[in-house]
């Protein structure tokens, strides 16, 4: 039975961890919560629940429910539905959003929301998947199971973080996404997260052709390709294997607990580049009191980013290492120590 008209859109925003999931939903929310009852249901892959206390603190108005420390694709499947009927029973929304970890497999997301459609009163539309553009490699794409995962559940591929790569590696992963198959309805290459608000009007339907659309600022165009059905299935026997070394850990503190923010800094960033005990982290985020006010920090990819966070809750902090577990007392030791400059110039090989 298909949903009718009255059915609540519901949109799927995957991709791996660090690509800019939360920042795609946050601008989405900027733009149109105002005037729409958006729902968004969070699966951090941490124990502290960052990505949802973001988005509620960034878009106050907007019902946000978090399935914490899993992931929603293996152990927290179960809870999915339960999870959408509490959002739909707090508030008659006019849109849901749903943001799977960075770790689990959208497909099975995907399979089990299909299959619930009229039950839960939800119109699946297609699937947004993000991928970094700075890390696009046609050979390690094709090679490693974990990028096709989430290539294959794609209906909207998104190549993010174009501003932090040039030109050539961005038409490359164009070229390469058009000979995807199952074939994409579009390709969206963009920054910072940005969408065009179309991607979330597009039917559950598949349209006649496939399309790139280029969010940039300084180059917008659209391109039609050759036309083509898009048949998008999943595997009923799909395996997802997470690997087994790598560890979720995180903390939260007391809202009065204020860092120095160029100590804090200069710390996150040296446990990213250098482990903590011979562990390698992965992933690291988290929203700070610091002396210059409350920050959001996020360290993904090699890159580190900040601003200023309307939380104010809580310290709360989530990483992701490999190949041992690190605790929140090794943790706080690390990132609050006092700053060593002779350790950091001898790091940094400066005289």
């Known amino acids: 039975m298909t949903p009718d008209s009255s059915s609540i859109p519901c949109h799927i925003v995957a991709g791996p961890l660090g690509v800019g999931k939360t920042s795609a939903i946050l601008s989405y ?5 105002s005037h729409q009852r958006v729902g968004v249901l969070v699966n951090d892959f941490g124990p502290v629940g960052l990505d949802s206390t973001t988005l509620q603190a960034e878009a106050p108005g907007t019902q946000v429910l978090n399935v ?50 009229d039950e839960l009163n939800i119109l699946l539309h297609p699937a947004i998947v993000l991928l970094g553009a700075p890390e696009f490699d046609e050979e390690m794409f094709a090679r490693m199971p974990f990028f096709h995962m989430f290539c294959e559940a794609a209906d909207i591929l998104v190549f993010n973080r174009c501003d932090q790569t040039d030109t050539s590696k961005i038409d490359r992963a164009k ?20 969408l065009p608000a179309e991607l979330f009007d597009l039917p559950a339907a598949s349209p006649e052709a496939n399309e790139t659309l280029d969010t940039s600022p300084t180059d917008h ?64 985020k ?24 309307a939380h104010r809750r809580d310290n709360r902090m989530e990483w992701i290492t490999k190949p041992g577990v690190v605790d929140q007392a090794q943790m706080l030791m690390e990132i609050d120590r006092p700053l060593n400059w002779q350790e950091i110039a001898d790091s940094l090989n400066v005289n």
Request: aromatic share 4%.
């Open 175 to 194: 070229l390469w996404a058009d000979q995807l198959d199952p074939p994409k309805l579009c390709v969206v290459t963009t920054t910072h997260g940005q």
């Open 221 to 284: 165009r659209h391109n039609d390709h050759v036309d083509h059905s898009h048949h998008h299935g999943h595997d009923d026997d799909h395996h997802h294997h997470h690997d087994p070394s790598i560890h979720p850990g995180g903390f939260i503190l007391e809202a009065e607990r204020c860092f120095e923010e160029e100590v804090l800094l200069v710390n996150l960033m040296r446990v990213c580049q250098q482990g903590i005990a011979g562990n390698e982290v992965l992933r690291l």
């Open 29 to 33: 929310l900027r733009e149109h919560a």
């Open 286 to 309: 988290g929203v700070f009191h610091t002396s210059a006010g409350w920050q959001s920090l996020e360290i993904a990819n090699g890159e580190i980013s900040f601003r200023h966070s």
């Open 68 to 117: 914490p420390g899993g992931c929603i694709c293996c152990t927290m499947l179960a809870e999915l539905p339960g999870c959408i009927r509490r959002l739909i029973s707090e508030q008659a929304l006019d849109r849901l959003i749903i943001e799977p970890s960075g770790m689990a497999s959208p497909a099975q997301v995907i399979d089990l929301l299909r299959s619930l459609q």
